[in-house]
């Protein structure tokens, strides 16, 4: 494994972020939905008849966010520090131990990240809550996203027994690592052979970039009368629980409008499969415009859902398996 800095089209497309913003947004968008069309389309299609013949597929990735809070000024995210106004929560243990132990009996051995819009480093028990999870599900992909504000060599040594990769997006002003961030490269790199089961990613993040409205809840974007009428994977790939137990439909509802399960009231595996969820998918597959809260949402996952997908449609699961995470849009 290795320790990487990664951006879009690199230094070009950091500078095009910076001067062109909202230009350089749709352009990405508009690429990635031409792209993508028709591997969305299959995807959805297979999982709905698999589902109506009562083999609903597992999710791909499994996101628990534990803490409700980030530290970070990020004017495309609601979570940060000058726009976050949802109620401060933090999960449970007795919650998080049941959740992943529900997983285990469940044999999950996808992807699992503990995070959400949040910073996972907030929450002061985040390296107990790795350790449980890698002992519950050894064979699940673990992977950790943080900006990296918080984040020092003893912190990275604590938690790299438990995860698989972490990704560091280093959001900032200007094409430079952050001081903490920049120290955790040069040890990395200085000592390769100690990490060397862990995989590093640095992506250089424009910390006023323009990215997705995210259902109208971006705070520099916000949604416009235009209807998507694309289809969107997260539903289909993604399950999303939020500090409470509840289970969203996706990343884009920072303000938690939607509730679909409650994993005080009932199983994991129910709770992927219930009414709503359902009946949320069915309505999505055919176009974001027969669902309210996502007709005019315009995001697009920029990540390694795609070549998951891709992986699977092929059947290729243990490539499937393989497919590292990565920062959404």
Same mark, same amino acid.
């Given at each position: 494994?290795?320790?990487?800095?990664?951006?879009?089209?690199?230094?070009?497309?950091?500078?095009?972020?910076?001067?062109?913003?909202?230009?350089?947004?749709?352009?990405?968008?508009?690429?990635?939905?031409?792209?993508?069309?028709?591997?969305?389309?299959?995807?959805?299609?297979?999982?709905?008849?698999?589902?109506?013949?009562?083999?609903?597929?597992?999710?791909?990735?499994?996101?628990?966010?534990?803490?409700?809070?980030?530290?970070?000024?990020?004017?495309?995210?609601?979570?940060?520090?000058?726009?976050?106004?949802?109620?401060?929560?933090?999960?449970?243990?007795?919650?998080?131990?049941?959740?992943?132990?529900? #997983? @285990?009996?469940?044999?999950? &051995?996808?992807?699992?990240?503990?995070?959400?819009?949040? $910073?996972?480093?907030? %929450?002061?028990? +985040?390296?107990?809550?790795?350790?449980?999870?890698?002992?519950?599900?050894?064979?699940?992909?673990?992977?950790?996203?943080?900006?990296?504000?918080?984040?020092?060599?003893?912190?990275?040594?604590?938690?790299?027994?438990?995860?698989?990769?972490?990704?560091?997006?280093?959001?900032?002003?200007?094409?430079? #690592? @952050?001081?903490?961030?920049? &120290?955790?490269?040069?040890?990395?790199?200085?000592?390769? $052979?100690?990490?060397? %089961?862990?995989? +590093?990613?640095?992506?250089?993040?424009?910390?006023?970039?323009?990215?997705?409205?995210?259902?109208?809840?971006?705070?520099?974007?916000?949604?416009?009368?235009?209807?998507?009428?694309?289809?969107?994977?997260?539903?289909?790939?993604?399950?999303?629980?939020?500090?409470?137990?509840?289970?969203?439909?996706?990343?884009?509802?920072?303000?938690? &409008?939607?509730?679909?399960?409650?994993?005080?009231?009932?199983?994991?595996?129910?709770?992927?499969?219930?009414?709503?969820?359902?009946?949320?998918?069915?309505?999505?597959?055919?176009?974001?415009?027969?669902?309210?809260?996502?007709?005019?949402?315009?995001?697009?996952?920029?990540?390694?859902?795609?070549?998951?997908?891709?992986?699977?449609?092929?059947?290729?699961?243990?490539?499937?398996?393989?497919?590292?995470?990565?920062?959404?849009?």
């Amino acid at each position: 494994m290795s320790i990487v800095i990664n951006s879009f089209l690199g230094k070009f497309g950091f500078w095009a972020r910076q001067r062109f913003p909202l230009l350089s947004s749709n352009a990405y968008l508009k690429l990635q939905f031409v792209t993508r069309h028709k591997q969305q389309d299959a995807y959805t299609k297979m999982f709905l008849e698999q589902a109506d013949q009562g083999e609903v597929p597992m999710p791909n990735v499994v996101n628990i966010e534990t803490i409700n809070r980030c530290n970070s000024t990020c004017e495309f995210c609601s979570a940060n520090i000058h726009a976050e106004c949802r109620p401060f929560q933090q999960m449970t243990d007795e919650l998080y131990h049941s959740i992943i132990d529900q #997983l @285990h009996d469940w044999g999950y &051995k996808g992807h699992l990240t503990l995070y959400g819009n949040n $910073e996972p480093w907030l %929450d002061k028990r +985040i390296i107990e809550l790795h350790k449980y999870a890698r002992e519950k599900l050894p064979d699940s992909f673990i992977f950790m996203s943080t900006n990296g504000l918080l984040l020092n060599v003893e912190k990275l040594d604590a938690i790299k027994p438990y995860i698989n990769q972490l990704i560091i997006n280093n959001y900032a002003l200007e094409y430079k #690592l @952050h001081p903490g961030v920049q &120290k955790v490269y040069d040890h990395v790199k200085a000592h390769p $052979e100690e990490y060397q %089961d862990l995989e +590093i990613e640095i992506q250089m993040r424009y910390l006023k970039e323009v990215l997705t409205n995210r259902a109208g809840s971006s705070p520099n974007k916000q949604a416009t009368e235009k209807v998507i009428e694309e289809t969107c994977l997260l539903p289909f790939t993604d399950m999303w629980i939020t500090p409470d137990g509840r289970v969203g439909l996706c990343c884009c509802d920072n303000f938690e &409008k939607t509730n679909l399960a409650d994993l005080n009231e009932m199983p994991v595996k129910e709770a992927w499969n219930s009414p709503k969820m359902q009946a949320a998918r069915k309505a999505i597959a055919a176009g974001r415009q027969n669902y309210a809260f996502c007709k005019h949402c315009d995001f697009i996952d920029a990540g390694f859902r795609m070549t998951m997908v891709k992986h699977i449609l092929e059947g290729n699961q243990e490539a499937a398996h393989r497919a590292g995470g990565h920062e959404r849009t």
